[in-house]
C-alpha cells in the first residue's frame, strides 16, 4: 500500500491525478457534461499510457466529476450529474437567499468527508465487504430501490399528490425501449429511434438545465445581485457538532449502498437526504435552504463512489457505466480486474485505492481554492452564460452517443419540464422516478423468475424483508411523528 | 482542404448538396466545387468513422481500438480510423448512424454476433442485406461455470441432475442476449430445462453467480479465468479446447452438437464499392496477423484469425439460420 | 375579462392532466400490443398497465381540487394581482434552439457556423439587441465552436454530422 502511495507520488502519476481531478471538477460542473461521458471519451488517450497512469488520470475525473457536479446545481439549479439532484433541493435556495458560499462550503467538505470514511472501507476491509454485497439479489435489489421510490413521497415540496404524480410521470417515461427483462421492443411504436429508450442524460439536462435556462432567460434583465463575500470561506468549527453526525451517517449510508454494483450515487444520494429529512427535528426545513440537506445529499454521493470501487476492485465487477470504461482501460493492459488483482498486479489495485484518497484531497484544495471564484458565475451577465451553457447542453447530449436524435430528447424535456414546473410539479421526484423505475421492475421481473412466480420466497430473504420494513416505516414516520405532536398540543393545552 | 473533403461528403446526396449550397452561401465561399475528382483519387481520403454499438471498454471497444491503433501506427491505411461508440436500442442506434454515413467506406462498424440475434428476435429494422461484410478479425467462444463449492463437478453431473429435476437450477441470463441463445442451444441439445434470472451484462452474471443467486451462467474465457478458483468451468462452446484451459471439454467433444465463436465483424453499408471494402480488408487483415494483436488476443483467450468478407457473410448467414430456430423455441 | 391567479393555475392543472390522459391511453395502447408472460408472471404489460392506473388514481384529487378552484368565487382582493407576464425571451430563445438543433441534424450545417448563429441570436434574445452586444455574441460563439470542435474532433474524435 505505501508502494502504492510513492508510485503515486512520481510526478508523472500525480500531474495526471492532478489534471484529471481538475478536469472532472470543470466537467462535472458543466450542465450537460458528466464525469462518465469525460471517462468514456479520455478512455482512448489512456491507451498509450501505463496502466497505473491510467487508472490515476481516470480516477480523478470520477471523484472530481461527482464532486463539481454541486456547484452548478447549487448555484443555478442545474444538476451537473444525476447524483447532485439531491443537491439542488436545499444548495439552489440556500444560493439564492445569499448563501452560496456558505453551501458550497458546506458541499465540499461533505463531499470530502464522505471520499475519507468511503476510503476507510475500501482500504480496510474491502474483501470481506464486497462479498457481503454479493449475496445481494434481485429481491434484496428490488426492495430497496422500492423503499428509495417510496422516499420520493417524503421528499415532495407542496402537493404529495403532485409529488406522487410527478414519480410516476417520470417512471412512465422510462418504459419506452427495449424492456431489459425479455430482449424486446416495448412502446417503441415500430420507431427505431425509441429502441434505446430516453437516455438518462438528456432528461436530466433537458428536465433541470434547459428548463430553467427558459425561465431564467425570460426572468427581469437585471438580476438580483448575489453576495458574494471577501470573508474567509464560511466554515466553523462548531459545524463539526452541528453537521458531524449527519455526514458521518450519510458517508456510511452512501458507502454501503455504494458497494452494490448497479444501484449508485444518485440512489444513495437520494436516501441519505431523506434519512437526514426523517431524523430531523425540523423536517419541514428540508427543501427550503436548509444546511442538513446539502450535507447529507454531497456526503452520500461521493462516498458511494469509494463504495463501488470495492466489489470493481476485489471481484472486477464494475457498479456503473464509468466503472465498466475503468475495467477497459485495464482490459486494454492485459490487466482482467478480478479477486486476482491483488496477486498479479497489486500495484494496479493499491494503486487505485491510493489514488481515490489523494485524489480527494486534491478536489478539496482546488474546490476550496476557487469556490469564490467559482461563486462568481452568478455575475457572468445572463446572455452569455445561457447561451454558452445551451451549447454545452447540446454538444454534451450529442456526444454520449453520437446520436442527434438525444438532443431532440433532451429538447423535449425541457419542454416537458418547463410545464411541470409551471404547474408545480416538482422536477426532482420526476427524474429520480425515471432513473429508479428500470431497476426496480427488472428487478422484481428477476426476482418472480427466479422464484418461478413465487412470491412468497421474500420471505426467505432477511435484507429483502429489512428494506420493505424500511419502506413501510419512511411511509408510517411522519404520520407516527405527527401524532405525538398532536399529542404533545394536547397534553399541554 | 479540410473544408473541400466536408464539401464533397455534402455533395454526397440531392438533399446534402442544398444544405452544402446553403452553408456555402452563407459563408460567402461558394467557389468550383470538385465533386467527382475526389473519388477518383485513392481511398482513404479522409478518416474511417468506425461505429462501435456498445459502449466504450468492452471487447468490441477494445478490440477495434487497438487494431485502429495499430494499423495507424504503421501507416496501412492513409488515414486513421476513428472509433465512435453508440450503443443501445439492440445495435439499432449504431445503424441508424451507418445510414446516416456515407457508403464510400467513411462509415463503418464493428460488431459482434450480437446483431444475429438481434436480427432473429426482429428486433431493429435491420438484416443482413443491409450490410457488405468486410470480415472476421478472430473471435472467442464462452465457457459455462458453476461457483467453487457447487455440487456439479462435471457437465453430465448437471444435466443429470436437471433431468431428474426439471428446473431446479438458476442460470443468469439475459433474455434475447448472447447468453441466452448459447445456453438454449445447449439446453435443447442435451434436453434440459434451468430457470431464469435477468442478468444483462457480465457483471451481473458474476454478482449473481458468486453470491449464490445463480447456480450456473455462460462467460468469456477471459472473464471467467480472472476470477481464479472462485468459479469452475464445466464446458467450452469452442471448436475446440482453448489452450488457457486444457482441462475443460467442448461440447462437441462431449457429444453435443453446440459450439459458439463470437467474431469481430467488420461490416459496411450495403452499397459500399468492393474495391473500398478491399482495402480496408487488406488493412484489417495485416494488423491481426501482426505480433502485438496476436499477443493481446491470445492473452484475452481470443482466438486471431483472419475470414475473409464473402466466408464472413456466408458464416453469418448459417448462423443467423440456426439463431432463428433456436429463438422460434426459446422464445 | 381578467383571470385570477388561481383561476388560471387551476386551468394550467386541468391541461397538465389533460396531457397525463393522452399519455395513460398510450400506455394503454402501447401495452396490449405486447406479449404475454411467459418468463415470470408480470411481463411486459404489466408496468404500463399499473402506472396507467398510477397515474389516473393520482390525478383524480388534483382534478378535484382544481375543478373546485374554478368554480369557487375570486375573493375581492384577486383583481389587485400583477397580471401574468408571458415568458417572450425564453420562448424566443427555445426557438433558437430548436433551429439550432434542426441546422445541425437536418441542415447538417458546419458545427461553428451553426453554433455562432446560435450564441448570437440566444444571447441577444435574452440581453437585448445592440451593435455591441451583437459582436460580443458572435465573437463568444466562434471562440466557443472552435474549441469545442477542436477537442472533440481530435481529442475525443466525436464527429458532429
Partial sequence: MLDAFAALFQWQNLILLVGGTALGIVVGAIPGLTASMLIALTLPLTFRMDPVGAVTLLIGQYVGGISGGQITAILLRMPGTPASIVTTFDGYPMAQSDRAERALALGITASVVGGIISWFFLAGMSPSLAKFALQFGPWEYFTLVLMALVMLAVLAQGSLAKGLLAAALGMAFALPGIDSSIGQARLTFGNSALLSGFGLLPVLIGAFAISQILRDASSPRTTKKVKVSRRKLPIYISDIKTHGPNMLRSSVIGTWIGLLPGIGANIAALVAYSTAKQLSKEPEKFGTGHEPGVVAGESANNSSIGGALIPLITMGIPGSVTEAILIGALVIHNLQPGPLLFQNSPEIAYGIIAAYLVANFIMLVMMWGAVRQIAKVIYIPKGMLLSVILVFCVVGSYAVNSNFSDVWVMIAFGAIGLVLEATKVPLGPFVIGFVLSPIAEEQLRASLMMSDGVWSDILDRPYALFFLFLALATVAWPMIMGRLAQKNKKSRS | ?331 | MQISRRKLRALGDLGLLAAVAVGVSVLFIGAADLPAPRFEPLGSAAMPKILGVLLILLSLPIAFRAIRNLLRRDPADAKQEPPIQLPHRGVLVFGALLAYAAALDFGRVPFVLATTVFVALSGMAISGISVRSVLIYIFLGLGLSLALSYIFTNFLYVRFA
Fill in chain 2, 1 to 331: 482542404m479540410l473544408f473541400i473533403n466536408g464539401l464533397t461528403k455534402y455533395s454526397r446526396g440531392a438533399r446534402k448538396t442544398l444544405a452544402a449550397a446553403v452553408a456555402v452561401g452563407i459563408m460567402g465561399l461558394a467557389g468550383p466545387i470538385t465533386v467527382e475528382s475526389a473519388f477518383a483519387q485513392s481511398y482513404p481520403t479522409e478518416p474511417i468513422q468506425v461505429i462501435i454499438p456498445f459502449k466504450p471498454g468492452g471487447r468490441t471497444d477494445t478490440v477495434a481500438r487497438l487494431i485502429a491503433e495499430k494499423i495507424k501506427e504503421k501507416g496501412w491505411l492513409d488515414q486513421p480510423m476513428v472509433v465512435t461508440n453508440a450503443p443501445g436500442g439492440a445495435g439499432a442506434n449504431a445503424v441508424n448512424q451507418m445510414r446516416r454515413g456515407d457508403s464510400e467506406g467513411y462509415t463503418i462498424v464493428h460488431w459482434h454476433h450480437q446483431a444475429l440475434i438481434a436480427m432473429a428476435m426482429e428486433l431493429g429494422d435491420f438484416g443482413l442485406e443491409d450490410f457488405k461484410s468486410i470480415g472476421y478479425t478472430g473471435g472467442g467462444s464462452p465457457v459455462w461455470a458453476v461457483r467453487a463449492d457447487s455440487e456439479f463437478n462435471t457437465i453430465q453431473e448437471l444435466i443429470d441432475h436437471l433431468k431428474a429435476n426439471p428446473r431446479s437450477l438458476v442460470e443468469a441470463v439475459g433474455i434475447g442476449s448472447i447468453p441466452h441463445f448459447v445456453g438454449g442451444m445447449f439446453a435443447n441439445a442435451a434436453g434440459f430445462e434451468t430457470r431464469y434470472v435477468t442478468a444483462n451484462s457480465g457483471a451481473d452474471r458474476l454478482r449473481l453467480l458468486l453470491g449464490g443467486n445463480a447456480d450456473v451462467a455462460l462467460f468469456s474465457a477471459s472473464e471467467f479465468l480472472a476470477q481464479g478458483d472462485t468459479m469452475k468451468a464445466l464446458v467450452y462452446f469452442g471448436r475446440e479446447r482453448l489452450p488457457n484451459m486444457p482441462d475443460v471439454p467442448t461440447a462437441t467433444e462431449l457429444g453435443f452438437d453446440v459450439s459458439w465463436a463470437n467474431p469481430n465483424w467488420w461490416l459496411a453499408p450495403a452499397d459500399t464499392p468492393d474495391e473500398v471494402v478491399a482495402v480496408l480488408a487488406a488493412a484489417l487483415e495485416k494488423a491481426i496477423n501482426d505480433p502485438d494483436i496476436t499477443a493481446h488476443f491470445v492473452a484475452n483467450t481470443l482466438e486471431p484469425y483472419w475470414m475473409s468478407g464473402p466466408d464472413a457473410m456466408e458464416d453469418a448467414t448459417k448462423t443467423l439460420a440456426e439463431l432463428k430456430k433456436v429463438a422460434a423455441t426459446i422464445n
